[in-house]
């Protein structure tokens, strides 16, 4: 079984764990030069501020609005991320740091019994260690992780941040919901091909014939689709 973890609003959230009263409340990282947003909060992304808005464009919007807004300090996020990814490392051997807020785990099924529980568990002992917040989505493949992330990530009200895809139903349930251009791996030019036919979640996408999705995205688009469809194609590297 696979898991992506992935930290909420990583940049956001390493300037709060220096400013604990700045929690539940609009926060921006501003690029290098402060020139435009490269972070938000959730709170900030409720107010409507797009990623990459220029900074000069939206200063009223920040004041209106109270929004604390920080210059980017890469040094404390690659510490933070450090911290985060050491402790990923020692629940198993098998990691593949993805990013510098994202990791894929994979764990042995035989092992943990209930995945759901098991992510609840490792949600809190990061975020006690680190201040930081994860989601976690657990599921056969890489690609259906990366699915189940963002479900447990959109309803986490519902999910407490960790989803597991452990059946059919729930499976075909969220490719259903997907829309295709969000799937990891489908970029902007071949999500525009696939809606040119009809095709507009990623279920839709799974339901194609493999020669005719190798002919369209090659071998790379077909390893995808069998991600999808519960077949591991793509090891952790």
């Not at 992510?119 to 056969?140: L, N, W, Y």
């Not at 959109?154 to 999910?159: H, R």
């Not at 040119?196 to 014939?209: K, L, M, S």
């Not at 002919?215 to 519960?230: A, C, N, P, T, Y």
């Amino acid at each position: 079984m696979y898991a992506l973890v992935d930290c909420n609003n990583f940049y956001a959230s390493c300037e709060r764990v220096f400013r604990p009263d700045l929690n539940g409340k609009p926060v921006v990282v501003l690029s290098n030069n402060d020139g435009c947003v490269i972070a938000r909060s959730s709170e900030a992304k409720e107010l409507g501020i797009p990623m990459g808005a220029p900074a000069f464009q939206n200063r009223k919007l920040f004041e209106e609005n109270n929004v604390s807004v920080f210059s980017s300090n890469f040094p404390l996020y690659g510490d933070m991320s450090e911290r985060v990814m050491t402790l990923l490392s020692e629940l198993t051997d098998e990691v593949e740091i993805y990013s510098i807020d994202e990791a894929f785990l994979k764990f042995d099924t035989a092992t943990v019994s209930n995945f759901n529980q098991f992510g609840i568990v490792i949600k809190k002992s990061v975020t006690k260690s680190t201040g930081i917040a994860i989601s976690i989505g657990f599921a056969e493949t890489k690609a259906l992780s990366k699915v189940a992330n963002r479900i447990a990530k959109k309803f986490s009200d519902k999910t407490e941040g960790v989803y597991t895809i452990d059946s059919e139903e729930k499976r075909i349930k969220a490719l259903k919901w997907l829309k295709v251009e969000d799937v990891w791996g489908i970029g902007r030019q071949h999500s525009k091909r696939l809606k040119r036919f009809g095709i507009d979640t990623a279920y839709e996408f799974t339901q194609q014939t493999d020669d005719w999705v190798q002919e369209q995205m090659s071998v790379v688009g077909l390893r995808l689709k069998h991600e999808l469809e519960g077949k591991s194609r793509i090891g952790l590297e």
